[in-house]
């Protein structure tokens, strides 16, 4: 029996009309026009989208139902995606129903944890977005100190649920960050030097195939496939629970921010490169270069120890040495409010442009080029990190897991910001001025924030010497490349 269809109508239907792969219905039980995996358009019948609707226990929603826009904006504001669908999935079930609408339909298919992919892939143009946002359980042991995590979740939420027990696992920075995404590229972050990074933490995953098999991923059960979920990001399937290790943190630790004039920089950064070189796994420390709104300059050593507290202050001691900061923000802290310290700094919506390597250390060279780019920005807000790995990451063997950069101890990430005021024009130069001088000091990309131009040099550096491997699991698990919107590894 046919259900009714929804219908956009007025001024939304003429809107709508107007867009290349749109719903192109003005009554109901018109045909939808959407996006194939080649890119060539497809009409899916009314019928087939009901039935699609019904077999969901979450919803269906398509352009100008209520909830569509909200559920379609990622992150990035730069990006203003409309997917011809979107399947806002209440459970593994619904993921299944939904790979299977997307295979027999052959729709270009968009994967959504929390919605942080820099270049927008969790959202498409005319396809079909699995939203998995709506799944959202945690489900901490604190006997067995394991954590089960469904893909909506995003990382403060798991930060907090887990610090009720005194426990966490490696978790990025920013707290409105998805674990789905981060964790099967990698996921470094505050306690990653100590505990190595998010996907090191797997226990098992769930695993939805493109052909629509549920499989558990561990070291017992499908290994090789496990092995290319630890850091082969979403080219596998669809995660619908991720299983993590979790280890005794908190809930009060040690860190803050370090703020220093600009003015000096250079030196500033090139002593802290010498003391980088021996700090202790539980020392995390971002640095960055920043220039914000009020035209101010400075640098930022974004801090957390995260061994005892009784040693704490002896650890960042050399820090505190390195000059005169403009504000010591060191102390203790709740881990929860460390993790959260910098959210204000990336709200969503924004337009952001990134590029991103990594690098051995924080050499003379990359300092030099930093210092100098930052100081002639003419951007209200633009950034220059360097991200802190190395520690536990360097003790894991490239080839152990599909995540190849292991020797490493920085990521350097430059970052342009604007909203609608100011445009893109500027921001995005601005990052890619500086990239041919920075992308040679670099070694490798970072799945998750260096392939956002996607471009198969940089996907195959990103993956290192473990490609060959991963385009031959690709080809068993995922033989059509449903999933492709991501560092996509080519089934051929
Ligand atoms: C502000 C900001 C801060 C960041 N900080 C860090 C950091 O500190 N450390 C770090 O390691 N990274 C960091 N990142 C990068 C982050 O790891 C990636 O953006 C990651 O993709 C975010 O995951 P998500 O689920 O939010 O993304 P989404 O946009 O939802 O997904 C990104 C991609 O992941 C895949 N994917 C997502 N969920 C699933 C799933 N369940 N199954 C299969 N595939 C899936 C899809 O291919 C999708 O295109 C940061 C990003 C931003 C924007």
Redesign the pocket.
């Known amino acids: 029996m046919r259900r009714r269809t929804f219908c956009a109508s007025g001024l939304t239907a003429l809107v709508y009309a107007s867009l290349p792969y749109s719903r192109v219905c003005a009554a109901a039980g018109d045909d939808v026009a959407a996006m194939s995996l080649g890119g060539e358009q497809r009409v899916l019948k009314p019928t087939d989208i009901d039935d699609f609707r019904a077999s969901l226990r979450g919803q269906l929603l398509m352009p100008g139902e209520n909830g569509y826009e909200s559920a379609r904006k990622?992150?990035?504001g730069a990006f203003d995606r409309k997917p011809a669908l979107i399947a806002r999935c209440a459970g593994a079930g619904d993921v299944t129903r939904a790979v299977s609408f997307a295979r027999t339909h052959e729709l270009l298919t968009?994967?959504?944890?929390?919605?942080?992919?820099?270049s927008?892939?969790?959202?498409c143009d005319g396809g079909l977005m699995i939203d998995?946002?709506p799944m959202g359980s945690i489900r901490i042991d604190p006997l067995a100190r394991t954590a089960r995590v469904e893909?909506g979740v995003?990382l403060g939420q798991f930060d907090r649920e887990a610090q009720v027990f005194g426990l966490a696992t490696t978790?990025?920075?920013?707290s409105?960050?998805?674990?789905?995404?981060?964790?099967?590229?990698?996921?470094?972050?505050r306690l990653?030097r100590k505990y190595g990074?998010?996907c090191d933490n797997l226990a098992a995953v769930d695993?939805i195939t493109a052909d629509g098999r549920f499989l558990r991923a561990s070291a017992k059960e499908n290994p090789d496939l496990f092995w290319g979920l630890r850091g082969g990001?979403?080219?596998?399937?669809?995660?619908?629970s991720?299983e993590y290790r979790l280890h005794t943190v908190g809930p009060t630790v040690f860190g803050g921010a370090l703020i220093y004039p600009f003015t000096g920089a250079r030196e500033l950064l090139r002593s802290f490169a010498d003391f980088d070189a021996h700090a202790p796994d539980e020392l995390y420390v971002d640095v960055l270069l920043v220039t914000n709104p009020d035209h101010q300059r400075v640098a930022v050593f974004d801090v957390c120890y995260c061994g005892s507290l009784a040693h704490a202050e002896r650890a960042v001691a050399p820090l505190r040495s390195l000059g005169k900061p403009l504000h010591d923000g060191l102390g203790r802290a709740p881990y929860v409010e460390l993790q959260r310290s910098?959210d204000a700094?990336?709200p969503h919506g924004r337009g952001?442009y990134?590029k991103s390597g990594y690098v051995h250390g924080i050499t003379a060279e990359a300092i030099d080029v930093a210092v100098d780019y930052l100081e002639s920005s003419p951007l209200d807000t633009s950034v220059i990190a360097f991200?802190n790995l190395g520690g536990a990451i360097n003790h894991v063997k490239p080839e152990a897991t599909a995540y190849w950069h292991r020797a490493v101890t920085r990521?350097v990430l430059v970052a342009g910001f604007w909203d609608d005021r100011s445009g893109a024009e500027r921001p995005t130069q601005w990052v890619r001025g500086i990239w041919p001088k920075l992308e040679p000091l670099t070694n490798g990309f970072?799945v998750?924030?260096g392939v956002s131009d996607d471009t198969q040099r940089r996907v195959r550096a990103a993956y290192g010497d473990n490609y060959p491997r991963l385009v031959a699991l690709k080809k068993r698990y995922d033989p059509t490349n449903l999933?492709r919107?991501?560092?996509n590894i080519k089934p051929t």
């Open positions: 990622v992150w990035n968009a994967v959504r944890g929390g919605g942080h992919s820099l927008a892939q969790s959202a998995l946002s893909p995003l978790a990025g920075t920013i409105h960050t998805g674990a789905a995404g981060l964790t099967l590229g990698g996921g470094f972050g990653a990074l998010a695993l990001g979403g080219n596998f399937g669809i995660a619908t991720f910098g700094g990336f952001y990134v991200s990521d970072y998750n924030t999933f919107l991501n560092a």
